[in-house]
């Protein structure tokens, strides 16, 4: 009797780690699709978010190596995250080229880049043991909330961006009810007919662009500076993608973004357990194929004939 | 006359491009402390020297076969960027079709190679019909497609298909009958490089720009509304597009694994230049021109290689290769800005003549 006791004890840490995880690895992808929705409601389709990550969790690490500071760590990621966000802007909305093309280009750049000033730092023979930080991103107790038994340590016991970008989802979905997500639905249903009622259509997608990069930057950093204590070659791997599908899949609505954001997390949480636990029947590469395997079937499920923003990555050039 | 100056406006900005990537490549060597002279000096050498070319030609050929396909499927608007995925099944279906018939004294070469494209046209089958029954992002699904090729190739070299032998995961060796051939003694140019620089490229050259069906593709590529009209299948286009596309990336992998590495490795594609992603850069440099692309494609392999000479002469790390390539896919987008006002200003003169 003690023993089923016992078991059930296991059972629940192990759906409580689960559940946590989930909640916890999903920061960086919310913070990142809720910051692309709103681009995205804009009529900008921003691939090289994945590129924003991926120079924000390397500029953070190679600061936070140096300095050990995390808050400059953060700043770097921000300003490196941001610099490529208004190249993709120079690129997409100035010269109003392929925003699709741009984008993948952009992200190739900032794989080249990362990969290659890492081995600049550290040389070309990366140890089997790679450098890692000290200290990275703690967990914050939110005071009192935090004491309620299962649900307190579930919700109120992450690090602070967690809280961040929950508030942020919601922050967003009144934004879009005000007047300014007014005009920035109507640029990105119908730019001309935005700009004749006399919305600067180019003024606010750069406006965009800017917040975003900043948040790209700051998700990405989160990969080396709070779940992992070092830097990875294309460490992002996908994530900026994935929130680009999870963002069809919300159907461009940031309080879905919650379901399909925390599922999506859930899914890779429970690879991760199942590679930890390490199943002899399951090998451990079909474990890792999941949460990619999950997005191309949920996009077959429940992406089909989702209508987005009439202009989404239409190139738009201004009438003189 | 109109055209010439265009293709020599073309043709000059491929040049500024190309020289005002590898001037930022400079301004980043000399800012991490190194000699920008001496290290481009290496990576020329490394190159272009007469000797090394034959192994600049060795490289270029992966890349040449899966730009091309690219050129055709960005030809009609499918954004294919899985071909880093397409590269790897192609690669290990034409090892595991290898590993199985090794006892049949025949040479099996060209039904591996059939089978290795096939398998990649296989692996771009489902995203194709997803982008055109569906209207589901292509881009997303080919790039979640190319994670799941490389673990589930993991996983055949370290499960089923792994040399009890070999101490890393990759599959037994190629037996000799059923390798390519190599074609010039004393080096290792094989057969297939001549295949794909003298079969595939004048095959897509005509297919493109000589076909009825070529003509479709650029129609479409160009204005989906007029393809329309046009009474042009436009869905078909779309999929048998992405599928030349995932044949051509998979026939790039059998060749890969026949003639060069004779097995199947994880590293079939070098990790500070991945295949499929560098063949984007080439199929975008090359305007979506097939003649372009075998050009580009030798160059591309030749800054790849001599990359690998700079880093041990000059101990500059290999990933420059990488960095010049995207920077000069940066700077090709702006030249698609300049030859547009550029092409514009040329007509108007020519109109106020």
């Known amino acids: 009797m003690e023993s089923f006791g016992e078991a059930e004890g296991e059972m629940n840490d192990l759906i409580f780690g689960l559940i946590y995880s989930s909640i916890s690895l999903a920061t960086p992808i919310l913070l990142v699709s809720i910051a692309e929705l709103i681009v995205e409601k804009g009529g900008i389709l921003n691939l090289s978010i994945e590129g924003s990550m991926l120079i924000g969790a390397f500029s953070s690490f190679i600061i936070a190596y140096y300095t050990n500071n995390l808050l400059y760590a953060s700043i770097a990621a921000a300003l490196s995250g941001l610099l490529l966000c208004l190249l993709f802007a120079f690129l997409t909305i100035t010269l109003a080229l392929d925003q699709m093309v741009t984008g993948i280009s952009l992200n190739l750049l900032a794989l080249g880049v990362t990969s290659y000033l890492y081995r600049a730092s550290f040389g070309w023979y990366v140890s089997p043991i790679p450098p890692r930080i000290e200290r990275t991103i703690a967990t914050f107790e939110i005071p009192i909330l935090s004491r309620i038994p299962i649900v307190g340590e579930l919700i109120f016991n992450h690090i602070p961006h967690t809280y961040v970008a929950f508030i942020m989802v919601f922050a967003f979905w009144l934004l879009l009810k005000t007047d300014l997500g007014l005009k920035i639905k109507a640029i990105g249903e119908d730019p001309e007919i935005a700009e004749t009622l006399g919305v600067n259509v180019n003024a606010l997608r750069y406006f965009l662009l800017f917040m975003e990069g900043i948040i790209a930057g700051i998700s990405g950093s989160l990969l080396s500076t709070a779940y992992y204590n070092m830097f990875l070659d294309n460490m992002t791997s996908g994530r900026g993608y994935v929130a680009i599908a999870l963002i069809i899949l919300a159907r461009w609505n940031p309080l879905l973004l919650f379901p399909t954001v925390y599922f999506f997390n859930f899914i890779d949480a429970l690879q991760l357990r199942i590679q930890a636990i390490g199943l002899a029947w399951f090998p451990y590469q079909f474990s890792l194929m999941l949460p990619y395997l999950f997005t191309i079937l949920a996009l077959f499920i429940m992406g089909r004939k989702v209508r987005g923003p009439s202009s989404l990555a239409k190139p738009y050039r201004r009438l003189r | ?353």
Not at chain 2, 44 to 67: N, Q
Not at chain 2, 88 to 108: D, R, T
Not at chain 2, 133 to 151: C, D, H, K, S, V
């Open chain 2, 1 to 353: 006359m109109l055209v010439n100056y265009l293709l020599l406006t073309r043709f000059l900005l491929i040049l500024t491009v190309i020289g005002s990537a590898f001037i930022i490549g400079a301004v980043i060597i000399a800012l991490c402390g190194g000699n920008a002279l001496l290290a481009f000096y290496w990576l020329f050498h490394g190159a272009f020297t007469p000797m090394l070319i034959p192994e600049t030609l060795i490289r270029a050929t992966p890349l040449l076969l899966i730009s091309e396909g690219l050129v055709v499927a960005f030809s009609a608007r499918m954004w294919n960027i899985g071909a880093e995925g397409q590269f790897y099944i192609g690669g290990v279906s034409a090892a595991i079709f290898c590993v199985v018939f090794k006892y049949v004294m025949l040479p099996l070469q060209p039904i591996a190679l059939l089978f290795a494209g096939l398998s990649g046209a296989l692996w771009a089958l489902a995203p194709s019909i997803l982008k055109v029954r569906y209207g589901i992002n292509e881009i997303i699904t080919t790039l979640m497609l190319n994670y799941i090729a490389i673990y589930f190739v993991s996983y055949l070299l370290q499960g089923p298909f792994r040399d009890p032998i070999s101490m890393f995961p990759e599959t037994e060796s190629i037996p000799t009958h059923l390798q390519i051939p190599v074609v010039v003694s004393g080096t290792r140019l094989h057969l297939g490089v001549v295949f794909s620089f003298l079969v595939i490229v004048p095959i897509i050259y005509y297919f493109l720009e000589r076909t009825n069906y070529g003509l479709k593709i650029k129609i479409l590529g160009a204005n989906p509304k007029a393809a329309q009209y046009s009474k042009i299948h436009s869905g078909r286009v779309m999929i048998q597009s992405m599928l030349i596309s995932g044949f051509l990336a998979g026939l790039a992998g059998g060749i890969e694994v026949l003639a060069v590495q004779h097995k199947m490795r994880l590293e079939l594609s070098p990790s500070y230049c991945q295949y499929g992603y560098t063949g984007i850069a080439i199929a975008l440099l090359s305007y979506l021109n097939p003649i372009l692309t075998a050009f580009i494609s030798i160059f591309i392999g030749g800054l790849i290689n001599g990359s690998m000479t700079m880093h041990r002469m000059a101990s500059i790390p290999v990933g420059m290769a990488n960095i010049i390539q995207s920077l000069i896919m940066v700077f090709i987008l702006i030249g698609y800005y300049v030859e547009d006002k550029l092409s514009w200003r040329v007509l108007e003169r020519l109109k106020g003549k």
